[in-house]
């Protein structure tokens, strides 16, 4: 009797954007992965930061760094996804043991998607909307939306109607009404807002946002602008923030990246344009190549740097005290999108 081997049938992998041709030149390969990524259901209050992570290790770094955290503190294969890690019995030992070898060899760039929101609310009807926009490559707007954001405390559940109504506002794939009763909505909840005694600089943030600008980003997001990014995809702005970190201003970033359909062929190429015609804010002299060299997914079961990348981004997710002195902090992006006090 002849054993039946099934084979492994895995959907097509979906994003990337590979290099056009060899690349040249002074380039660094690095792994990623995301933790907390929720796709445009952004208000989810059990998962309210999105962590991206990245790491320059080769496969053979990554393979051993994994068997040595099996063989030194009895984890099994199942067990390196970050809540399963963090209740090992070593857990304190073993996430020491783990930073420790990740020292300069990783980076984790943290977006908290509530600050996010109101990031892309400036961006899209203060500014004009583009690839650039939630990164260092954008500042202009940013003490607006961090006085804004500061302002919630005293809203009340009028905060969370604003964004909710943001969010309705702009999830075009999903509307099947008209536009008229929902830019309403909006207008109402940022009228709401304003009468909520937030203080006149966060008031006149709110008074910015008229009805003509919102209607002209709608049209525009309606007719598929290839100019405006998705509104709520908060990993574009992640992976521009990563790629210049890892550049330093001197090189191209090669990204291995877990499958993630919001990273489109298309978005990246955007991207990539954006970051190259940044590259004098970002440090470098203009006109150059774009840090972006290029974008490979994989299925994170077959590249042991992705494991890597995903355990870190779980780990900083997850563990309390991210944003303030814990063990995590040197590997905080200064640049990740949230509010440098809180």
Not at 195 to 209: E, I, K, S
Request: proline share 8%.
């Amino acid at each position: 009797m002849v054993a039946m081997v099934r084979e492994r049938v895995w959907a097509p992998l979906q994003g990337g954007l590979p290099p056009v041709e060899t690349v040249t030149g002074p380039v660094v390969e690095i792994a990623c992965d995301e933790s907390g990524f929720s796709g445009s259901n952004l208000l989810d209050p059990a998962t309210p930061v999105i962590t991206h992570a990245s790491v320059d290790l080769s496969v053979a770094e990554a393979v051993g760094l994994i068997a040595a955290l099996r063989s030194g503190f009895r984890y099994s294969p199942d067990e390196f996804k970050s809540g399963r890690f963090l209740r090992g019995p070593d857990a304190g030992e073993a996430l020491g043991w783990f930073l420790a070898a990740l020292g300069g060899r990783a980076h984790v760039h943290l977006v908290d998607k509530e600050y996010f929101l109101v990031t892309r609310i400036l961006d899209l009807f203060l500014a004009e909307p583009s690839y650039a926009a939630g990164t260092r490559l954008a500042q202009e707007h940013r003490p607006a939306a961090l006085t804004l954001y500061r302002a919630r405390h005293s809203a009340g559940r009028d905060w969370g109607v604003f964004l909710a109504a943001f969010v309705e506002l702009v999830r075009m794939k999903r509307r099947r009404r008209p536009d008229h009763p929902i830019v309403e909505r909006f207008l109402q909840a940022r009228d709401a807002l304003a009468r909520d005694g937030l203080g006149a600089r966060a008031a006149g943030v709110l008074d910015g946002l008229s009805r003509a600008r919102v209607q002209a980003v709608l049209t525009r997001l309606r007719d598929d602008d290839p100019a405006i990014p998705p509104p709520l995809e908060p990993m574009l702005p992640a992976l521009a923030e990563t790629v210049l970190y890892w550049s330093g201003g001197h090189r191209q970033v090669l990204v291995v990246h877990d499958e993630q359909s919001a990273l489109t062929a298309g978005r990246l190429r955007r991207l990539q344009q954006a970051l190259a015609d940044g590259s004098d804010e970002a440090g470098a002299a203009p006109g150059r190549l774009s840090p972006l060299a290029g974008l490979v997914t994989v299925d994170s079961r077959d590249d042991p740097r992705v494991q890597v990348a995903d355990l870190l981004a779980g780990v900083a997710r997850r563990l309390p005290g991210t944003a303030g002195d814990g063990p995590l902090q040197p590997f905080l992006s200064p640049t990740s999108l949230r509010d440098p006090e809180r």
